[in-house]
């Protein structure tokens, strides 16, 4: 099985084996009833990086997806791996650049990603090559 991530309102959502999970805080208002999903209680991503979403319906998610097989991880532990890969820690917003550096697109040479990337490769890095690259995408230019 293969695991799905997508953005919605600005957050990561993660369809794992069934499960949905929000990753992050949204960034934009979210009609939760028109993307297929009952509004959760609470969003607060700096305490907590993810929570589960309860689908009402068909899910409605449009966008890039990055592909990962469910042998890799699958459910809250891939929410988990997900949330310390792409969260910037202090306001638990996904980074826009870690985002981009994965998916390939790049505004400056007109590059756009596939709709579908395959991404099981960002889970099976190690942390402390993942944490060079993500250091080197955060730090202010």
């Given at each position: 099985m293969t695991a799905r991530v997508t953005r919605l309102a600005g957050a990561l959502l993660l369809e794992s084996s069934g499960l949905y999970f929000l990753i992050g805080n949204t960034k934009e208002p979210c009609d939760w009833t028109e993307a297929g999903f009952e509004t959760p209680k609470?969003?607060?991503?700096?305490?907590?990086?993810?929570i589960p979403l309860?689908?009402?319906?068909?899910?409605?998610?449009?966008?890039?997806?990055?592909?990962?097989?469910?042998?890799?991880?699958?459910?809250?532990?891939?929410?988990?791996?997900?949330?310390?890969?792409?969260?910037?820690?202090?306001?638990?917003?996904?980074?826009?650049?870690?985002?981009?550096?994965?998916?390939?697109?790049n505004e400056e040479l007109g590059t756009q990603p596939a709709q579908e990337t395959e991404a099981g490769w960002l889970i099976a890095m190690p942390d402390r090559i993942w944490n060079m690259i993500r250091d080197a995408a955060l730090k202010c230019l």
């Open positions: 609470t969003i607060d991503a700096v305490s907590q990086p993810f309860v689908p009402r319906g068909e899910v409605q998610v449009d966008g890039l997806s990055l592909l990962i097989e469910a042998s890799a991880q699958e459910g809250e532990r891939l929410a988990q791996i997900l949330a310390t890969r792409f969260l910037i820690r202090r306001n638990g917003s996904v980074s826009e650049r870690l985002w981009r550096i994965v998916t390939g697109e």
